[in-house]
């Protein structure tokens, strides 16, 4: 798969010649695509829709959140030890995001308690990104 996209220092132009386009929709992430025409978030795996792509992907996706011991084992006898290596549940919180029709897992963020969900962690220009297709420019 060559999904890889980059963007140049010097002209601040993103290069677009090793997207993947699938479909009429541009690969952004290994699990997401955007399909241009229709602005949505589609899920790679099973193509559903996803939303809007000028808002958050993730609030179409099923959230779990995780117990960190059953992620990452405690490596020494939690019977025993208050600290088992094993990521401290009032330290950290595993949140895994799925794909509601497929559930392919799609995402995975490991928060503090009381951090809010990174909802907007990919906003892209989707006008810039549609002028630039449309444009053949690569
Ligand atoms: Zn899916």
Known sequence: MSGKKAMSAENGKMDLSGVTIEDGKVAITEYLSIDLDKETWH???????????RGPYKEALVVYEREPSEIHDPVIDPEKYA???????????????????CATQV?????PPGHPLTLNDLVL??????ARHAGGEA
Do not use: H
Request: aromatic share 14%; glycine share 2%; hydrophobic share 25%.
């Open 83 to 101: 600290f088992t290596y094993a990521p401290d549940p009032d330290w950290c919180r595993i949140i895994e995001y799925y794909c509601p029709q």
């Open 125 to 130: 220009d989707i006008d810039s990104l549609k």
């Open 107 to 111: 995402e995975v963020e490991y928060l």
């Open 43 to 53: 899920c790679r795996r099973c193509d559903q829709n996803l939303g809007s792509a």
